[in-house]
């Protein structure tokens, strides 16, 4: 199975801050990555998609990168809605899975 | 806009069994793919089963292979999830899921195992 391993666990930040999240897979996955937020007591919603794609109606603030099988979650200009917990999931081969999430709180 | 509904959650004795639906609109369907993944309350995702846009395929996650089945009424735009010899451990948020870009996903049902 791949192993995705999602850094850090939580991270505290200020309303206007930039923050990084990582995911790094055990194997090559090419770009079959994804990025999702989660709002407490909701589902997940996805941001980006193929490790860069931004999704329809997500705001341009949030971008993704890779470097090899290191995947990179950008969120810029933090505001109170972007409080949330991110995951990252590989879909390049089953079992799928996902990272283990990483908390964004307020400074 | 893709629309996902589940049902079927509740309360059930370990060793038990129990039938999960999902319910698409919004899209086509019988042309989709689709997956159940859960989630244990405070806790991670894990993808539980995939199916294909015909049925045909199946994948499973080792922690659920040979309890649960995935199946598929295309007619009836409807996923399902039939899990058995249930555990304590099974009890989660079950999520059915669509990939588009990446996973479009229902509100989820719950499941809760317990004696």
């Known amino acids: 199975d791949i192993q995705m391993t999602q850094s850090p666990s939580s991270l505290s930040a200020s309303v206007g801050d930039t923050v990084t999240i990582t995911c790094r897979a055990s194997q090559g996955i090419d770009n079959y990555l994804a990025w999702y937020q989660q709002k407490p007591g909701k589902a997940p919603k996805s941001l980006i998609y193929?490790?860069?794609y931004l999704e329809s109606g997500v705001p341009s603030k949030f971008s993704g990168s890779r470097s090899g099988t290191d995947f990179i979650l950008t969120i810029s200009s933090l505001q109170p809605e972007d409080f949330a917990t991110y995951f990252c999931?590989?879909?390049?081969?089953?079992?799928?899975?996902f990272g283990q999430g990483t908390g964004v709180e307020i400074k | 806009e893709v629309h996902l509904v589940e049902s079927g959650g509740g309360f059930i004795q370990p060793g038990g069994s129990l039938g999960l639906s999902c319910v698409g609109s919004?899209?086509?369907?019988?042309?989709?793919?689709m997956n159940w993944v859960r989630q244990v309350p405070g806790k991670g995702l894990e993808w539980l089963s995939y199916i294909s846009s015909t049925g045909n395929t199946q994948y499973y996650a080792d922690s659920v292979k040979g309890r649960f089945t995935i199946s598929r009424d295309n007619a009836k735009n409807s996923l399902y999830l039939q899990m058995s010899s249930l555990r304590a451990e099974d009890t989660a948020t079950y999520y059915c899921a669509t990939r588009t870009g990446g996973l479009v996903w229902g509100q989820g049902t719950t499941v809760t195992v317990s004696s």
């Open positions: 193929a490790a860069s």
């Open positions: 999931q590989q879909y390049h081969s089953f079992p799928w899975t």
């Open positions: 919004g899209f086509s369907f019988s042309d989709h793919e």
